[in-house]
């Protein structure tokens, strides 16, 4: 496990020093999830061995002054999060097993529910009322972000004449 968070954040640290710095928020995690995706075929998942327990691993990533937080995350068993609220911005990549998302409409106070099959992800933003099912043998990717506005647009400059 710890060679494909190795890998994976490697190529986190590269494809985000390639986005435009403007681009942040759920917008960055979209693109980022669409390069992740795309070169998944880097990620060595055939030595992965079965764990015998859940393990989480962990680690902060920073790049151009993008605090990401990413966990991987392998369930042996079945595991049920419910009535979660997201406290950041949060791309979610099922890597393997099909992981069941139900994600609260606030208007109609009712659930919205979809599957994510192997090799597909989804960007959910702060704020978000979701319930997750994380099937056995499931292995999930999870990577946050604050929705930072950084203000790198030139600012003007006010001249005097004198």
Known sequence: MD???KEIVTIIKEETEKINKKIYGTTFL???KEK???RQDQI???????QNSNVDLEEVINVLEKNLI???SFYKNPKSILKFKLQKNLLLI???ELVNIDILNHNTQNYINFSLKPIMGVTLSKGTVCNFNFPKNSLIMQLQSDDFDFNIEKKKIKQYNI
């Open 3 to 5: 060679i494909i968070l």
């Open 30 to 32: 979209e693109i980022l």
């Open 36 to 38: 992740i995706l795309n």
């Open 44 to 50: 060595i998942f055939k030595n992965m061995q079965m």
């Open 70 to 72: 990413f966990k991987l």
């Open 94 to 96: 099922a890597f393997k």
